[in-house]
């Protein structure tokens, strides 16, 4: 996706599911902004992205070095823990979000303690405060519910905004039932939810990036996704590793599963 400001390019989709035996699954959503000269990524995502995240941005002709600015959502590893990698950039994170990470207790959260420490002290860290505009044309607001300090990012074109939710508001799910399936306040979630809906409406062609899913768009109520779901685990159930299962994760997979009973 492009528009006249800024090159908007999804270097890894997120996906909205859940991990029913094996604690988080946090597959979330990578974003890569080019434009103003700046190269700036919304989230960084968790240690098993780390290898496809450098090999997505060679494709790009990119190296970690190049990215000049990393916004971050939220503290969470799975939006943060791959900050360090580009540790030449300057780090943005909202500064309530980082006091309260800090404070939290070791070990028992998804927050990356010692990460989220050596942030807190890094000489290129940024901490954003809501409405800061944080890059050319692009500013934060605050979304708490998920977590307390939760940063929605938004960036305005003269034809349309795109807004970054993060975990915010995670998926299509999320958005349209107006509620979270994980947040530390369900009142403060809703009252978030309100602000990103006035986001998305505010102009016709609005687009949305959520954490843990698909780009979308909406007109009328009605969302629509842009771009097409991947989504795939490859297991060794078999004798060898040369022998591996597929198993696809994409809507039309499963529901092509599903009926052929």
Same mark, same amino acid.
């Given at each position: 996706m492009?528009?006249h400001s800024?090159?908007i390019?999804i ?8 991990s029913?035996?094996h604690?988080g699954?946090?597959?979330? @959503?990578v974003?890569l ?7 700036? =990524?919304?989230d960084?995502?968790?240690f098993?992205?780390?290898r496809m995240l ?10 970690p070095?190049?990215?000049t600015d990393v916004l971050?959502t939220h ?6 823990v791959?900050w @360090? ?8 994170v909202?500064?309530t ?9 070791w ?10 420490r050596? =942030?807190?002290?890094w000489?290129s ?8 505009e ?12 998920? @977590? ?16 970054f939710?993060?975990?915010a508001a ?5 958005l349209?039932?107006r509620?979270a399936?994980?947040t530390d306040s369900?009142?403060q979630?809703?009252?978030?939810m ?17 954490g843990?899913?698909l780009?979308m ?12 779901r991947?989504a795939?685990i490859? @297991?060794?159930y078999g ?5 591996t299962t597929?198993i %696809?994760?994409?809507? %039309? ?9």
């Amino acid at each position: 996706m492009s528009d006249h400001s800024y090159d908007i390019d999804i270097v890894i989709q997120g996906f909205p599911g859940k991990s029913v035996c094996h604690g988080g699954l946090g597959w979330s @959503t990578v974003v890569l902004l080019r434009g103003h000269g700046r190269v700036a =990524l919304v989230d960084t995502g968790t240690f098993g992205m780390r290898r496809m995240l450098i090999e997505r941005l060679a494709e790009r002709g990119l190296t970690p070095k190049d990215v000049t600015d990393v916004l971050l959502t939220h503290s969470h590893h799975d939006h943060s823990v791959n900050w @360090t990698l580009f540790r030449h950039a300057r780090i943005v994170v909202g500064a309530t979000e980082l006091d309260w990470s800090l404070g939290e207790p070791w070990g028992e959260t998804p927050v990356p303690e010692l990460y989220m420490r050596e =942030l807190s002290r890094w000489p290129s860290l940024a901490r954003a405060k809501d409405g800061d505009e944080v890059l050319p044309a692009v500013f934060a607001h605050m979304a708490p519910g998920h @977590t307390p300090g939760c940063l929605v990012y938004v960036a305005h074109d003269r034809r349309r905004d795109i807004i970054f939710t993060g975990d915010a508001a995670k998926n299509r799910a999320e958005l349209l039932s107006r509620s979270a399936d994980m947040t530390d306040s369900a009142e403060q979630t809703r009252q978030s939810m309100a602000m990103i809906w006035e986001f998305w409406r505010r102009r016709p062609g609005n687009i949305l990036v959520p954490g843990h899913d698909l780009p979308m768009t909406q007109q009328d109520g009605r969302t629509s996704y842009i771009g097409r779901r991947e989504a795939a685990i490859a @297991t060794w159930y078999g004798d060898n590793l040369e022998q591996t299962t597929l198993i %696809e994760l994409t809507r %039309e997979r499963v529901a092509a599963v599903l009926a052929a009973g």
